[in-house]
C-alpha cells in the first residue's frame, strides 16, 4: 500500500488559506484563527523539510555529496610540504681543485 502524498496539497492548500486570511483580517497579529492556521502552515513545512534531511542522510556520505558538491576556497592553497633547503657543502672536486687557483 503506497502511502497518499498529500503533504504537498497540504501545505499548498494552507498557504492559500493563509493568504486569503491575512488579506482579509485588518490585524493578522491579532486573530487568533489566523495564528493557528499560520502555527498549521509551519508545523507541515518543517515536517517536509525534516523528512527530505532524513532521506539525504539515509543514502549516505557518498550519495549526499553529489547532490551538493563541495566549494573550494581560492584563499587557500592547499598545503604542500615544504622542502628544506639542503646545505650545500663546499667539497672541490678533482677538477675544479686543478682549475681553481689556491692562493
Not at 47 to 60: F, H, Q, V
Amino acid at each position: 500500500m503506497v502511502k497518499d502524498k498529500s503533504a504537498q496539497t497540504d501545505e499548498t492548500r494552507l498557504l492559500e488559506k493563509v493568504g486569503a486570511q491575512k488579506a482579509a483580517t485588518e490585524n493578522p497579529e491579532g486573530d487568533a484563527a489566523f495564528r493557528r492556521l499560520r502555527r498549521r502552515l509551519k508545523r507541515v513545512q518543517r515536517k517536509r523539510r525534516r523528512l527530505a534531511i532524513r532521506a539525504k542522510n539515509a543514502l549516505g556520505k557518498s550519495a549526499g555529496g553529489e547532490a551538493k558538491p563541495e566549494v573550494k576556497s581560492e584563499a587557500k592553497p592547499e598545503a604542500k610540504p615544504e622542502a628544506k633547503p639542503e646545505a650545500k657543502a663546499e667539497v672541490k672536486t678533482e677538477t675544479q681543485a686543478e682549475a681553481t687557483p689556491e692562493a
